[in-house]
T-cell receptor, first 117, second 118 residues
Framework: GAVVSQHPSWVICKSGTSVKIECRSL??????MFWYRQFPKQSLMLMAT?????????EQGVEKDKFLINHASLTLSTLTVTSAHPEDSSFYIC?????????????FGPGTRLTVT | AQKVTQAQTEISVVEKEDVTLDCVYE???????LFWYKQPPSGELVFLIR??????QNEISGRYSWNFQKSTSSFNFTITASQVVDSAVYFC???????????????FGQGTILTVHP
């Protein structure tokens, strides 16, 4: 089946630093990837849609300059949390979509737990 | 606007009991897809099922079954003879093209925490 990886799986950083999270589709090409954020005991909130070779589309209320998304290839999308603060601590999950033929089925990465101290 | 409602925040059952997780959705579009995902304590979402709006056939997969009823905009999930390993958070989700948004953007319900006690 389709496999999506995320790296790192967890990260602790100091307030004010930047953190990059990678999302890779390992055995398929994903034209579209999505980034979600999940707070403890809450649902997933879509942050942005990432299409290869074009700018990401951010959901309302998500700061573009704070959460930089780059979809450099059909198998890699990155999320950079810039100048992280404790309130950015969360579980970040990416997903990759196969496209029309898969009936828009998304495959999710294992998630990255970010803790900002 | 799309919306998915999972009214049951938490459910607790004893092993071997049957349990049904409710999901009610709202969309203006006539073509849409519904999903169920399982999120175990490890955090990784596991895909369980996808159903399109034109296929109202119920589906059974082992101990899992799904009841899709367009008339009531519901897509309920039943686990028969529950097991401790079924303990997880279960999410119902919807994607459609309502309001010009592209397919693939999932709207998730709030999730139902299922705890199966031995």
């Amino acid at each position: 089946g389709a496999v999506v990886s995320q790296h790192p799986s967890w990260v602790i950083c100091k307030s004010g630093t930047s953190v990059k999270i990678e999302c890779r589709s390992l055995d398929f090409q994903a034209t579209t990837m999505f980034w979600y954020r999940q707070f403890p005991k809450q649902s997933l909130m879509l942050m942005a849609t990432s299409n290869e070779g074009s700018k990401a589309t951010y959901e309302q209320g998500v700061e573009k300059d704070k959460f930089l998304i780059n979809h450099a290839s059909l198998t890699l999308s990155t999320l950079t949390v810039t100048s992280a603060h404790p309130e950015d601590s969360s579980f970040y999950i990416c997903s990759a979509m196969l496209g029309l033929r898969s009936y828009y089925e998304q495959y999710f990465g294992p998630g990255t737990r970010l803790t900002v101290t | 606007a799309q919306k998915v409602t999972q009214a049951q925040t938490e459910i607790s059952v004893v092993e071997k009991e049957d349990v049904t997780l409710d999901c009610v959705y709202e969309t203006r579009d006539t073509t849409y897809y519904l999903f169920w995902y399982k999120q175990p304590p490890s955090g990784e979402l596991v895909f369980l099922i996808r159903r399109n709006s034109f296929d109202e056939q119920n589906e059974i997969s082992g101990r899992y079954s799904w009841n899709f009823q367009k008339s009531t905009s519901s897509f309920n999930f039943t686990i028969t003879a529950s097991q401790v390993v079924d303990s997880a958070v279960y999410f119902c989700a919807l994607t459609s093209n309502a309001g010009g948004t592209s397919y693939g953007k999932l709207t998730f319900g709030q999730g139902t925490i299922l705890t199966v006690h031995p």
